[in-house]
Each structure stands twice: as structure tokens, then as C-alpha cells.
């Protein structure tokens, strides 16, 4: 069976920002925190980007912290989602659709969000039901890792149905790639994140795509 795994934001969704918006109340409620630094959180993990946030504003980064933002964080998302303007990206409800009416596919995740991060984004926008197994981001700063992750709960969820010859990892930046790579999974691109063309196609995916509108047909002519 061919299994897909799939980054969240910036390939299937935008939210609008509401991630970081639910990331800045939650660092203000806890620790008074005005104004949140920048760091890069494209393509990585809640656990690295807390990390940096954390290091960034002398915060210490202990499993205690860690917990007191998750709640603060996970509590705020659903209203950051419902009061900014998000939507799925072009191509993902029909490709998400075909793919999981094929009966020779499963979909699953490969997200640097966390678990109920994850499950929230995605029931805001009525896909989470498609999505039954996969890696996140609550416990590593490494997204090779959340990739082994994955790779294993897909084992475990198909178990005599898996293939390993016929895993795809879509992400919209090169570290998707990277770890798509890093279990030998086939790779695709996506533009639709905060990656140019050069900057995704340098990464060297097996696919480099504007979009997932054509994705299943693509994908069907690479057998």
C-alpha cells in the first residue's frame, strides 16, 4: 500500500498566523512575555522552536515550562484558528479526497507540530478524520526523527499492508525533503510555503510541484 505523509502548515493549510498568534499569548499569559522574538520555525519542530523562544527570552527550558505552554498554547489555538483567515491549500481537498478513496493508499502525517497541535489544526478544518497515524513534533528538535516516528506508527497502523518501497513525504520546505530523505522515502515539493522555487528545488526532491491540484496524477504516473 503507498503511503503518503504529510507536512501540515504551508502544505496542506495557512492559518493565518494563528499558530504564532496562540504561541505569543501564551508566552505573554505565562511569563509577561510583550513582544516574541523571531525565530525560524519553518519546516521545524513545536519542541526546537520552544527551544529557541525559550533560550530567547530567558525562559527555562524545563519539561515543567514545556507543559505550562503546551496547555496555555493548545488552549488558545482553536480561537487564534476561528478569529484569523486561514484555508486549505489549493489542490489538498480533492487530492486528500482521491487519495483516500483509492483503497490503495493511506495518509498519514510528517509534522513538525505537536500531536494535539496537529489534531486541532486539521479538525478546524474538517480533514483530521483522514489522517489515522504519523510523527510530531512534541518530544524532538530533530525532524529526522519525527520522520522515524512516522515511519514507524505507519508500520504499526498497516502492518502486513505496508510497503516501504512506497512512502512519500510532501512538504513545502527543504527540511520535508531532508527527512522524506532521511527514511528513504520518495520526496515532493510543494511551493505553497515560504520556500522559492530555487530554494525547495536545491533540496532535490523527487517532485518539485506549485501546488497539489495534480498531485494524484503525478504521483500515478511514477508507478
Not at 4 to 11: E, K, S, Y
Not at 171 to 190: E, M
Request: aromatic share 8%.
Amino acid at each position: 500500500m503507498r503511503t503518503f505523509l504529510f507536512d501540515i502548515d504551508g502544505t496542506l493549510l495557512r492559518t493565518g498566523g494563528a499558530g504564532l498568534h496562540a504561541m505569543r499569548i501564551a508566552m505573554q499569559d505565562l511569563w509577561g512575555v510583550e513582544t516574541l522574538a523571531q525565530v525560524e520555525v519553518r519546516g521545524r519542530t513545536d519542541r526546537g522552536i520552544l527551544r529557541d523562544l525559550f533560550a530567547a527570552h530567558d525562559i527555562a527550558d524545563s519539561s515543567s515550562n514545556f507543559e505550562d505552554f503546551q496547555r496555555a498554547y493548545l488552549s488558545q489555538l482553536p480561537t487564534s484558528l476561528s478569529d484569523l483567515p486561514g484555508y486549505l491549500l489549493p489542490g489538498v481537498a480533492s487530492t486528500l479526497a482521491a487519495l483516500s478513496e483509492s483503497g490503495d493508499s493511506a495518509l498519514g502525517l510528517l509534522t513538525g507540530n505537536s500531536r494535539r497541535a496537529a489534531k486541532i489544526k486539521l479538525a478546524h478544518f474538517a480533514v483530521d478524520h483522514l489522517f489515522l497515524f504519523g510523527g510530531f513534533g512534541d518530544d524532538s528538535i530533530c525532524r529526522n526523527e519525527v520522520a522515524r516516528q512516522a515511519l514507524r506508527s505507519a508500520e504499526v497502523h498497516l502492518q502486513h499492508h505496508f510497503d516501504k518501497n512506497q512512502i512519500w513525504v510532501i512538504g513545502d520546505t527543504p527540511l520535508d525533503v531532508a527527512c522524506g530523505r532521511a527514511i528513504n522515502a520518495r520526496t515532493v515539493g510543494v511551493l505553497t510555503g515560504g520556500f522559492d522555487r530555487a530554494a525547495l528545488r536545491a533540496a532535490a526532491p523527487d517532485f518539485l510541484l506549485d501546488d497539489l491540484q495534480d498531485f494524484p496524477s503525478r504521483i500515478a504516473a511514477a508507478g
